[in-house]
């Protein structure tokens, strides 16, 4: 398909064509997403439940489409006037992220199959696949108009899954503070790209980098302030302290297969977004953002391990407050690679590639075991979790090795290799500081993984704990949920295996 206007002479082409392979993976859940919430229409009481396989399927045929992609050299909707700037680039950073997004949706939809009962089908399928599809766009995306629009095509839907529980309280304050947060963080990222553009005069990240190398000395400080304030604006996306204030009451009254959503996808969008600004886009003024994402890791690491480790257990969904808590530290690890870059070279962005593919594998995992206590014990205490082992040891066993993972203790050996990779890369930028805060954190946070993980192999108080409660009747628990479990602790065992499988991308540039 092409898009053509008549041109004068000597004039760019305005001549382009698109890649309709290329722009798959996003097109293929938005188109999907529409599918899905037209035949709600349709579809009677009953059928309902095939509304969420039909979404399944279009998530595996998005991710399908990665695969004749994988060469990673193909672009699109680029301008026609010999700069090579395009707006949409499916390079190997792009691919990758877009793998973990769309595949967390879909252990996401796996987790939320059976259990959309009380929601309205339609709307909430229709609004996580857009939010996938937003999600999937985003780490391709190289101007900021479509940066901007994909983050928000990502988020807005996922803000609106948060309350998608009708007449819970708690869901509505969660989606509120979510909402604000998000407000705030758009409308300064987007004063932020206003003054960029006016800097530079130009949306694309290539063209930005190379004006920004060169700007008149009376814009100066407006294109520093355009920095700080599109950082400042993404730091809130990331859940980076302060910024993070909403991330765990919203955890907490969303629904669970919501909240993991979050905690994986959301912080994927987040973060390749602001590595595209950094690294691709803000190259020339490495070091005004190297200095600041250095600090809010250091920051962000020491707030979210604290307030974890201070989780009551006979608190009510205690246990989802803890994995929220500790997505905020992960968070802290996650930008340390992104700070280190702006010392040495982009080559650093891959040990946060591979961290979060990491960190998205087992943490999913973890809340899957999450939503399977919570069928029993809905109100998701630590306690509850307290001899799992002993009515259901798989899923104790798998949650063990999940928080193992995240701990980097054996035998999660892919959460120890992934630290280590993070570790190095703070070490070798010259930032031996960041590396010795990273290194106390490591300690404190096995300290509240390790408690949780004894108390799944204790034994359980009479009464009070999963071994003694009476169960429903004729509980059982769905297929897509065994699923989830099942191939999160798969994938996590396997990386355990062959951590080279992901470790590689930390070695090699991925743009």
Same mark, same amino acid.
């Given at each position: ?21 290329? +722009? ?24 309902? &439940? ?28 680029? @301008? ?21 997004? /769309?595949?967390?949706?879909? @252990? ?50 996922? +803000?609106? /899954? ?78 980076? !302290? ?15 297969? +919501? ?59 205690? !246990? ?19 700070? !280190? ?24 995992? !973890?809340?899957?075991? #999450? ?23 798989? #899923? ?6 999940? /928080? @193992? ?25 010259? /930032? ?27 034994? &359980? ?8 409660? &009476? ?30 499988? +992901? ?6 540039? @991925?743009?």
């Amino acid at each position: 398909m092409t898009v053509a206007a008549d041109s004068a002479p000597g004039a760019a082409s305005l001549v382009q064509s698109v890649d309709w392979l290329a +722009i798959a993976p996003p097109v293929i859940a938005a188109s999907v997403a529409l599918i899905v919430l037209v035949a709600d229409l349709f579809v009677g009481e009953r059928h309902k &439940p095939l509304l969420g396989y039909g979404a399944v399927a279009g998530l595996v045929a998005a991710l399908a489409t990665l695969v004749p992609l994988r060469a990673g050299d193909r672009s699109t909707f680029c @301008l026609t006037d010999g700069s090579q700037a395009c707006s949409y680039t499916a390079d190997h950073f792009a691919l990758v992220i877009q793998a973990l997004v /769309l595949g967390g949706a879909l @252990l996401t939809a796996l987790l939320s199959v059976g259990d959309t009962r009380k929601l309205p089908a339609g709307e909430f399928w229709f609004l996580l696949l857009a939010s996938a599809a937003g999600a999937a766009l985003l780490p391709a995306a190289r101007d900021l108009a479509t940066l901007v629009v994909a983050l928000e095509v990502a988020s807005l839907p996922a +803000i609106a /899954l948060v309350v998608i529980k009708r007449g819970d309280r708690r869901s509505s304050e969660a989606a509120l503070k979510f909402f604000l947060s998000s407000v705030v963080a758009t409308a300064v990222m987007l004063l932020g790209v206003s003054f960029v553009y006016a800097t530079t005069g130009t949306m694309h990240l290539t063209e930005i980098a190379a004006r920004l190398d060169d700007v008149p000395g009376r814009f100066s400080t407006l294109a520093e302030a355009g920095v700080v304030l599109t950082l400042v604006g993404f730091a809130f996306k990331t859940a980076a !302290a302060p910024f993070h204030f909403w991330v765990p009451d919203t955890y907490v009254g969303a629904p669970l297969p +919501i909240a993991a959503y979050l905690s994986v996808v959301g912080k994927a969008v987040g973060f390749s977004g602001l590595v595209l600004v950094t690294v691709i886009g803000f190259p020339s003024y490495a070091d005004v953002w190297g200095p600041a994402l250095a600090v809010l890791a250091a920051l962000t690491m020491t707030v979210g391990n604290v307030a974890a480790l201070r989780q009551t257990a006979t608190r009510a969904r205690s !246990a989802v407050r803890l994995l929220a808590w500790s997505s905020v530290g992960q968070a802290g690890y996650l930008l340390v690679p992104i700070a !280190a870059a702006a010392y040495s070279s982009d080559e650093q962005i891959g040990s946060t590639v591979a961290y979060a593919l990491m960190y998205a594998v087992v943490n999913l995992g !973890a809340f899957a075991v #999450a939503a399977l206590v919570a069928r029993t014990h809905p109100g998701n205490r630590l306690s509850d979790y307290r001899g799992l082992y002993a009515t259901r040891p798989l #899923a104790a066993l798998a949650m063990g090795f999940f /928080l @193992l993972c995240l701990a980097g203790l054996p035998p999660g050996v892919i959460g120890l290799f992934a630290k280590v990779t993070v570790f190095s890369a703070a070490v070798d930028a010259g /930032l031996g500081w960041l590396a010795v805060v990273m290194a106390v954190n490591v300690v404190i946070a096995l300290y509240y993984y390790l408690r949780w993980t004894a108390a799944l192999f204790t034994a &359980p108080e009479a009464g009070t704990q999963p071994g003694t409660a &009476p169960q429903a009747p004729g509980h059982r628990v769905p297929a897509p949920l065994t699923l989830a479990i099942v191939l999160t602790a798969v994938a996590g065992i396997t990386l355990s295996g062959a951590p080279q499988l +992901i470790l590689r991308f930390a070695a090699v540039s @991925l743009f």
